[in-house]
């Protein structure tokens, strides 16, 4: 039974064992709490209609004691300047100084694709040397040309990683994550 475990604003209340984190990141509003839901079958991540909600570090602990990060959204305009550097200088702080083992799992809308910002944040996290995924979400919604784009985008990755595609609310490809990642 997966467990929210607590929230997190600063360094102070990080967590501290140096467990790998499994960190689930990607645009607002592009399904992270709904994933988390739905991989752990209970309403454990809070979701709202509106996008940019979440603003702490939120972490979970799965069945199997594997470590969720749920990190605050990239990229929504409707947050003020000021906000929108605050969470990120807490989000770049984490990355830099977190001593966990992290492994990014950026979520990508399938009806989106890869928006620059996206794009901008792979980059980042490559120039860090952490090791990423993508998780395409919200298959359901979208067509068949722009599911095939949004894959056709994700291999073109130079480096080697897992893609999955997913829907939350039709529990499309939910497997494939909890097994590979052995949640």
Known sequence: MWKFIKSSTSQENWMLENNEEIIFWGRSNVGKSSLINALSKTKIAKTSSTPGRTRLINYFETT???????LPGYGYAKMSKKDQQKIAG??????????????????????????AIDLEMIEYIQSLNIPFDIIV????????SQRHLVKKQALSFQKEINIFLVSSSKSIGLNDIIEHYNL
């Open 137 to 144: 979400t919200k298959l359901d919604k979208a067509n068949q």
């Open 90 to 115: 807490i989000i770049d702080f984490y990355f830099r100084n977190a001593k966990s083992k992290k492994l990014v799992c950026f979520l990508i809308d399938a009806k989106i694709g890869f928006s």
């Open 64 to 70: 199997n004691k594997k470590i969720i990060v749920d």
